[in-house]
Nanobody
Framework: QVQLVESGGGLVQAGGSLRLSCAASGVTFSLYTMGWFRQAPGKEREFVAGIGRSGINTDYADSVKGRFTTSRDNDKNTVHLQMNNLKPEDTAVYYC???????????????????WGQGTQVTVSS
């Protein structure tokens, strides 16, 4: 079973940037598609970004397109989420997730992921 540990969250002013990282252990990382989700208080967990096994295929929620970029380093078993031009509505707990996949594709729904990190808080002040 894969263990996922997120880091990089914090408090930032609107317009600022943060870079989240997720370190995976216990598995062959390159066999997993990876996703980023977030959950704000009182709201359901929602898809933010995803990246396929090779790192070539990515997908983003409309709300973050052009501002967020996800990447992965299969040699270091890590996935990153670079968040630029942050807005107060980006405030949430951010989770990384992993799903073993035999195809190089992006998964965008929570039900497709079996493994989750503990989450990291991102707070954007106005």
């Amino acid at each position: 079973q894969v263990q996922l540990v997120e880091s990089g969250g914090g408090l930032v002013q609107a317009g600022g940037s943060l870079r989240l990282s997720c370190a995976a252990s216990g598995v062959t990382f390159s066999l997993y598609t990876m996703g980023w989700f977030r959950q704000a208080p009182g709201k359901e967990r929602e898809f933010v970004a995803g990246i396929g096994r090779s790192g070539i295929n990515t997908d983003y929620a409309d709300s973050v397109k052009g501002r967020f970029t996800t990447s992965r380093d299969n040699d270091k078993n890590t996935v990153h989420l670079q968040m630029n031009n942050l807005k107060p509505e980006d405030t949430a707990v951010y989770y990384c997730a992993a799903a073993v996949d035999f195809r190089d594709r992006v998964r965008t729904t929570t039900g497709e992921y079996m493994n989750w990190g503990q989450g990291t808080q991102v707070t954007v002040s106005s």
